[in-house]
């Protein structure tokens, strides 16, 4: 299997914001603020599937089901697809000198795909008021979660109780914060705990594996609450309860989780990995619990994901703010 880099030209998103084919992927740079399009790993075959009548026919059919992404599963585990992994490496442009082992050393893609990273290379935010991204990715971040939350991104939905499926949940969560991360094939897919406190068991909800990318919005706008999906409830004196939700996506094999519930964890702790694809990681705080960094806030406004990764700070809770 080969990966290509995307060459389109740059260009800017269409007033109506609507995807086309020629319409790349924008994202800002946290650092920076500048704006920046997402090289999309097979991105031919995704505009194929969800913007053609032939590409969704065969998505409802076969590439959403969990047999097909399963079936990928066992490709990505078995050694043969090492032979993918120096392609990958270079069409995505990964940063191998952040990973504990060299891109020959693995065994197989899933374990590539799933590498650690060097404990320097993702430095966490020391300051004890501030919360911690969870994973490497695009961020949108809600200061206020409604039942059925339209994001000014290609139409995405974030629909709370469809998500989380929990009536007895449900209410305390109505009208809190949350943030949403997607993860791109390119990223390290390790995720890991925002704050201190207690976990629950993971829930899993069984779903479709629609994938996570924008591409995907248009079509299914409220693919969070259609894909598989583990929920963990994380207890902490300083936050209340916090929802951590992985959610799974075409080619997404599975959703590892590597912590021990009703053991405590502390901010920054490894929490579980995806096996390869893109994948997405909510958190949803209940109301009046943190301040969503501006900048986060501000680029969710307008319509851009915002790039950083794991460990770097994206909310302060409200224990520490003055009032």
Partial sequence: MKWRRWKKPFARPSKTNTLNIETPILYKLRQSGELCHET???????????????????LEIFCKKPIFSAMMGLYQNSRLSRRDIPSFIEALGIKMSEAQKSGKDFKSFNEFFARKLKPEARPIEADPSRLTLPADGRILALPVLEEKTELPVKGAKLNLKQIIQD???????LGGSALIVRLSPMDYHRFHWCFDGTPSKARRIAGHYYSVNPIAFPTRPELWSENERQITILSSETLGKVLQIEVGATFVGKIIQSFAPEAPVSKGQEKGYFLFGASTVILIFEPKKISLDPDLVSNTKIGYETLDFMGAGFATHKRNLCT
């Fill in 167 to 173: 009536s007895s949940l449900y209410p305390s969560f």
């Fill in 40 to 58: 999309v790993a097979g991105e031919s075959g995704l505009r194929f599937l969800y913007q053609s009548p032939l590409g969704r026919l065969i």
